[in-house]
């Protein structure tokens, strides 16, 4: 089961993804933690993970709260772990409140996760580490930003590259995956349908 929060200013996606046992992953509490702590608490989940798609500040506002709540394992992919500590990077600072993780954070691979199998797709262009994240029992790829409905994630940010947002548009015109797409902003999609009508995919 998932459920959407809608998060912070930046109207962020929040995943909260839960089993028949109560276990749960939430993928990128942008901010309300407080928010995000009253539905695990209303529905008496276990919180096993935190998984973060990419390490701007509307993704990972809420981090350390969570963490310093339930002090689960919190993950995301190497390439991007920079951003976390640079507040330019993750483009707090140019929101007027610049912020560090204080969190332990773990380095991403293919995983179980309570009965979860978890697969991390590395994505960049909209910036370093930008990742997908495949959950195979609900067939629900979380692309973050680099993919939305009918659109694709910006690439004129600190670390973001035009090269690489074109290798991953040919990436995600390969990906052999016929699944629903959770995105970090907006309304749900599917691969297949934007793999065939998505301008940007459609068109390199």
């Known amino acids: ?72 394992p919190i993950y995301m992919k190497e390439e991007g772990m920079e951003l976390l500590y640079n507040v330019t990077w993750n483009l707090s600072a140019a929101f007027g409140e610049p912020f560090k993780i204080k969190s332990p954070v773990n380095k991403a691979i293919d995983m179980i996760i309570a009965d979860f199998h978890i697969h991390w797709y590395l994505m960049e262009g909209h910036c370093l580490g930008s990742s997908m994240i495949y959950v195979e029992e609900e ?8 993919l939305f409905a009918g659109s694709i994630g910006r690439f004129d940010f600190p670390t973001s590259s035009s090269m690489q947002t074109k290798e991953t548009l040919h990436k995600l015109k390969a990906l052999e995956l016929d ?14 349908y934007e793999q065939q009508n998505n301008y940007y995919l459609k068109n390199i």
């Open 1 to 72: 089961m998932i459920k959407k929060l809608i998060l912070g200013e930046m109207q962020v996606n929040c995943y909260v993804v839960y089993n028949s046992q109560k276990e749960c992953l939430i993928v990128d509490p942008g901010a309300n933690g407080q928010k995000v702590k009253k539905f695990i608490e209303s529905h008496e989940l276990e919180l096993k993970a935190i998984l973060i798609t990419h390490g701007h500040c509307d993704h990972i506002g809420a981090v350390d709260y969570l963490y310093e709540l339930y002090h689960c």
């Open 139 to 146: 067939n629900a790829l979380f692309s973050g930003d680099v």
């Open 179 to 192: 699944c629903r797409v959770l995105p970090g902003h907006g309304e749900e999609t599917n691969l297949k």
